[in-house]
């Protein structure tokens, strides 16, 4: 086996940070990474790190203030982490529970039943009787129309 295979990721960054012959000071400056947090990921502390998306992201920064492939050295982190990258799910789908379109149509057909209740109500009330009493009296002959007693001819 190669020496590259067996080195950890934090043990190859640090080795070809030394190559080129920077410090952890020039590194930090150049990837506005804390010190302290680049000597963990140096030490393979990957765990004191604030999170798994900050250390993927403190990692690619690394590799490229140093010249590396970024693809590179978290397929080495992936593979030494055996880590496995969840996608979310997308938000765009909404959940739906399984009773909520039953739900939905129970609510619909009350309502459509509502209506044509009313609508029956209203197209078989009878007409005419639902008129004031003082509208509907027929004027007699004879009769009082407005307190003036009706002329008889």
């Given at each position: 086996m190669t020496a590259s295979r067996v080195e950890?990721?934090?043990g190859y960054l640090r080795r070809t940070?030394?190559?080129?012959?920077?410090?952890?000071t020039e590194v930090a400056r150049a990837t506005r990474i804390p010190q302290s947090a680049l000597e963990r990921i140096e030490a393979d502390h990957f765990d004191d790190l604030p999170g798994e998306v900050f250390a993927?992201?403190?990692?690619?920064?690394?590799?490229?203030a140093v010249g590396l492939d970024p693809a590179e050295v978290l397929a080495r982190y992936t593979s030494a982490r055996r880590v496995v990258s969840v996608a979310p799910l997308p938000t765009a789908t909404p959940v739906r529970r399984p009773g909520s379109r039953r739900f939905g149509v129970a609510i619909a057909f009350v309502l459509l039943?509502?209506?044509f209740t009313l609508a029956l109500s209203i197209l078989l009330r009878p007409r005419g009787h639902d008129r004031p009493s003082e509208l509907s009296l027929r004027a007699a002959p004879g009769a009082a129309v407005g307190g003036?007693?009706?002329a008889n001819g």
């Open positions: 950890s990721v934090g940070r030394i190559h080129k012959g920077m410090s952890v993927r992201g403190f990692l690619k920064a690394y590799a490229r039943l509502l209506l003036v007693p009706a």
